[in-house]
Nanobody, 124 residues
Framework: QVQLVESGGGLVQAGGSLRLSCAAS????????MGWFRQAPGKERDFVAS????????YYADSVKGRFTISRDNAKNTVYLQMNSLKPEDTAVYYC?????????????????WGQGTQVTVSS
């Protein structure tokens, strides 16, 4: 059983920055692909970014390319999402997820474990 805990969300004005963290425990973190997803009220959970366990494969949704950066520190069992130039449409609950098969997939159903989510609100 893997446990994931997100932190770093909050309220920020458009154009500002936030860094989300996701701390993992209870598994072999360094062998898991990790992903970030987000979900606004009444909408589906959308892919944001993913990173393979070795960091060699990184993918971003088109909507965040050039603004968000995913990274990981396997020594700390933590994955990060640096969010710059935030826009109101980035407002959502952000979730981290772990894929034990190291597929770094964009599909939510392919991930094995999920955090509880952290709220990001961007005001105009």
């Amino acid at each position: 059983q893997v446990q994931l805990v997100e932190s770093g969300g909050g309220l920020v004005q458009a154009g500002g920055s936030l860094r989300l963290s996701c701390a993992a425990s209870g598994g072999t973190f360094s062998r898991y692909a990790m992903g970030w997803f987000r979900q606004a009220p009444g909408k589906e959970r959308d892919f944001v970014a993913s990173i393979s366990w070795g960091g060699s494969r990184i993918y971003y949704a088109d909507s965040v390319k050039g603004r968000f950066t995913i990274s990981r520190d396997n020594a700390k069992n933590t994955v990060y999402l640096q969010m710059n130039s935030l826009k109101p449409e980035d407002t959502a609950v952000y979730y981290c997820a772990a894929d034990s098969a190291n597929r770094d997939t964009k599909t939510p159903s392919e991930y094995d474990y999920w955090g509880q989510g952290t709220q990001v609100t961007v005001s105009s």
